[in-house]
């Protein structure tokens, strides 16, 4: 089992940057894929970005590239979502994940935390 606490969820202004950050408990060692999503419409989840646990590589989705990027400090068993250029768009319930495979599928989901971008 992985434990995961997100952490960073505030009310910011467009166009500010805020850094949401994700630690992780438990069999970390099984992890081989991080990532952020958020919610969507209907209780879907929206996938922002994911990185793989040791080689580090990335995948964004389209409407965050140039502006999120997530990153992890395998010695502190955290993920990092730096968001910039923040929008109204943006605004959602963000969830840290982790899943056992390369896909972003995860396995392991923390409880989100919110993040709201007034105009």
């Known amino acids: 089992q992985v434990q995961l606490v997100e952490s960073g969820g505030a009310l910011v202004q467009a166009g500010r940057s805020l850094r949401l950050s994700c630690i992780a408990s438990?069999?970390?060692?099984?992890?081989?894929?991080w990532g952020w999503f958020r919610q969507g419409p209907e209780d879907s989840r929206e996938m922002v970005a994911t990185?793989?646990?040791?080689?580090?590589?990335?995948n964004y989705i389209d409407s965050v590239k140039g502006r999120f990027s997530i990153s992890r400090d395998n010695a502190k068993n955290t993920v990092y979502l730096q968001m910039n250029s923040l929008t109204p768009e943006d605004t959602s319930v963000y969830y840290c994940a982790a899943g056992r495979d390369l896909t972003a599928a995860m396995d392991y989901w923390g409880k989100g935390t919110l993040v709201t971008v007034s105009s």
């Open positions: 990185i793989t646990r040791l080689g580090g590589a990335t």
């Open positions: 438990g069999s970390i060692s099984n992890i081989r894929t």
